[in-house]
């Protein structure tokens, strides 16, 4: 966790992507490299839908969101991907579960996960 799931990308791209993305995401949002997951959903739209990158993440700073946005966006328009729609699904600690229990019952890491 966090999660960035790709919509509308071919799976070559990506993988030819993910370790840069991967360790840019994780300085930026202060966690592990082995912690960022990257997925490619199939979808099948039924009426038009853009490309999109969804990113799945506790919440951090609204600064540290516009700067993995604007990278992210920078790295999928240099590799071709224009005119991707990028957004944050905020996901809360007390409402995220691992083995039936709450991460707010589970010691936290040694950062805050609101660091500017």
């Known amino acids: 966790m966090p999660y ?4 509308g990308f071919p799976k070559h791209a990506l993988e030819r992507l993910a370790p840069q993305i991967v360790t840019h995401f994780a300085n930026m949002a202060q966690v592990s490299e082995e912690k960022v997951k ?20 506790f919440p951090r700073s609204k600064k540290i969101h516009d700067r993995l946005a604007e ?13 991707t729609h990028i957004f944050f699904i905020l996901l809360s600690p007390s409402l995220y579960y691992k ?4 991460l707010e019952e ?8 609101l660091s500017p």
Do not use: A, C, D, Y
């Open 99 to 102: 083995n039936g229990q709450s």
């Open 38 to 57: 990257i997925e490619l959903l199939s979808v099948e739209p039924i009426t038009h839908s853009p490309r999109s990158l969804e990113i799945m993440m």
């Open 106 to 113: 589970i010691p936290s890491p040694p950062f805050s996960l």
């Open 71 to 83: 990278k992210l966006n920078q790295l999928l328009n240099e590799n071709g991907f224009k005119n």
């Open 4 to 7: 960035l799931r790709f919509k």
